[in-house]
Nanobody, 124 residues
Framework: QVHVIESGGGLVQDGGSLRLSCAASGRTFGTSAIAWFRQAPGKEREFVVAISRSGRTTDYDDFAKGRFAISRDNGKNTVYLQMNSLKAEETAVYYC?????????????????WGQGTQVTVSS
């Protein structure tokens, strides 16, 4: 069992920045792809970004390119998501997800373990 805990959410003004963290328990962190998803009120959950086991490969959805940056520290079992130039419409609960994999690639689906989410509110 892998426990996933997100942190770093909060209230920020339009155009501001936030850094989210995702900590995962267990020895499988270094063999897991990690992704961030988000779900806005009344909308379906959507993919934001993913990072491979080693951190060498990342995959950003179009809206995140150039503004968001994902990184990981396998020694600390933690993944970070730096979000810049946030917009009011990006208010959502942000979820971290873990997928154990034998391959150093990214995925947009098939994640097995999820955190409870962290609320990001961007005020206009």
């Amino acid at each position: 069992q892998v426990h996933v805990i997100e942190s770093g959410g909060g209230l920020v003004q339009d155009g501001g920045s936030l850094r989210l963290s995702c900590a995962a328990s267990g020895r499988t962190f270094g063999t897991s792809a990690i992704a961030w998803f988000r779900q806005a009120p009344g909308k379906e959950r959507e993919f934001v970004v993913a990072i491979s086991r080693s951190g060498r490969t990342t995959d950003y959805d179009d809206f995140a390119k150039g503004r968001f940056a994902i990184s990981r520290d396998n020694g600390k079992n933690t993944v970070y998501l730096q979000m810049n130039s946030l917009k009011a419409e990006e208010t959502a609960v942000y979820y971290c997800a873990v997928r154990i994999t034998a391959y150093d690639v990214t995925y947009r689906s098939g994640y097995e373990y999820w955190g409870q989410g962290t609320q990001v509110t961007v005020s206009s």
